[in-house]
């Protein structure tokens, strides 16, 4: 599929790239090229793994360009694929490294309600994006240490997620809430954000996959919380999803009312993503969540894929979105706002989960999931078959 070709010529890009900080657009990489391996067993990404470790995992275990001082959720998610490093080789340095992030997640500033501070400088503020952020590293702590208090403490954080951010009439989260009321861009009488952001609702999504796989089975009824939760979540979500397409628009619920509003890349692959998982691990059992990944997945390429320059570009990605700090009055929830951040192709968050969907496309396909009335080769040989064979730049690019 072109997905293959798209992410070898990426890792290739990507292996000899250093944006010089510790960060999580980077980590969405390492996680995808992570899950790539584990469903394909092809070294070549576990190798750029490694290769991304050896430039900011010291012999002594402390991470390069990492400040736990400035308590940002968003710094934890470049850890996840030492565990699996850590139980390749048992070198002490990536233990090391993993004890640095679970100090961090140990004393994240918390809201009254128990949960994590998205960022020190967010004060009071609970993000869909900083459940994903830390709450996936924290269990595989907890399963690495045994830490039971760590499961109660992560089924609290999405418990807390679905009483004060979810929308019971839309039937879908907003991007953050403000327990003090105080930031600028808070309703003052919610706490919420203004609008629906459709990013922050796939981190949401991917980060409740993603627990329920590392959940301990013997731990029945947290499984049983977190899969509930995580059904309603994409129930409400598949509502929005665009049925011409596949894919979902940058403004969730908006669709096609509001002007400029576009249909973005990386939050239709992280539904993908969740979806596949969900099918896989037995949370979405009827065949409408295959369907809908499916449509995601391939939607998304048929409309975002392009060939420029001898290579193949992914595009429709919202480069970045967030709320505040105080004071930054432009990022203010609005739909003018989401709808100027600039759209960008190739970008790390949005390649990153592009991998994680297809991992579990391939993972689904092995399962005998995908069904065969499907018509998704179809799909692709009528797209792309076209295109590739009379580049005579492509080969060369891809060798």
Request: hydrophobic share 40%.
């Amino acid at each position: 599929m072109v997905f293959d070709l798209y992410f070898k010529q990426y890792t290739k890009w990507f292996a000899s790239y250093d944006r010089n900080t510790w960060n999580y657009e980077d980590a969405c990489v390492i996680i995808g090229l992570r899950e790539l391996y584990s469903s394909t067993g092809d070294k070549v990404w576990w190798d750029a793994v490694k290769a991304f470790y050896g430039r900011y995992i010291n012999e002594d275990g402390t991470i390069r360009l990492y400040d736990e001082s400035e308590y940002n959720l968003d710094r934890i998610p470049g850890g996840r694929a030492l565990f699996d490093l850590l139980k390749e080789t048992g070198e002490e340095k990536y233990r090391k490294a993993i004890e640095a992030l679970a100090g961090q997640m140990k004393r994240q500033p918390r809201a009254k309600c128990g949960s994590f501070w998205h960022k020190n400088i967010y004060p009071n503020q609970i993000w869909l994006d900083g459940l994903y952020m830390g709450l996936p590293f924290y269990m595989l702590y907890a399963n690495l240490t045994g830490d039971a208090s760590i499961y109660d403490d992560v089924v609290r954080q999405f418990k807390n997620a679905r009483e004060h951010i979810f929308d019971e009439e839309k039937k879908i989260y907003y991007h953050a809430w403000d327990e003090s009321r105080s930031i600028f861009w808070c309703d003052k009488e919610t706490g919420l954000s203004a609008n629906f952001w459709s990013r922050a609702l796939g981190w949401y999504l991917m980060a409740l996959a993603d627990v329920y796989e590392y959940m301990p089975e013997s731990r029945k009824e947290d499984r049983e919380t977190i899969a509930s939760i995580w059904k309603e979540a994409m129930d409400g979500m598949l509502l929005y999803q665009d049925k011409e397409s596949g894919m979902f628009y940058q403004l969730t619920a908006l669709g096609k009312t509001v002007e400029g509003n576009y249909l973005e890349t990386s939050s239709s692959m992280m539904v993908a993503y969740s979806l596949f998982k969900g099918a896989l691990l037995g949370v979405f059992k009827d065949e409408h969540y295959i369907d809908a990944a499916i449509s995601a997945l391939l939607g998304t390429a048929i409309q975002k894929f392009t060939f420029v320059n001898g290579k193949l570009s992914l595009g429709g990605m919202c480069k970045g979105a967030g709320l505040g700090p105080d004071g930054n009055f432009k990022r203010d929830g609005s739909v003018a706002y989401y709808l100027a951040e600039e759209v960008v192709a190739d970008e790390q968050k949005g390649t990153g989960v592009s991998m994680l969907a297809y991992a579990e496309y391939i993972k689904a396909a092995k399962a005998g999931l995908i069904p065969d009335s499907f018509p998704h080769v179809e799909l692709f040989k009528r797209n792309y078959d076209p295109i590739l064979p009379t580049d005579p730049g492509f080969k060369a690019t891809m060798n």
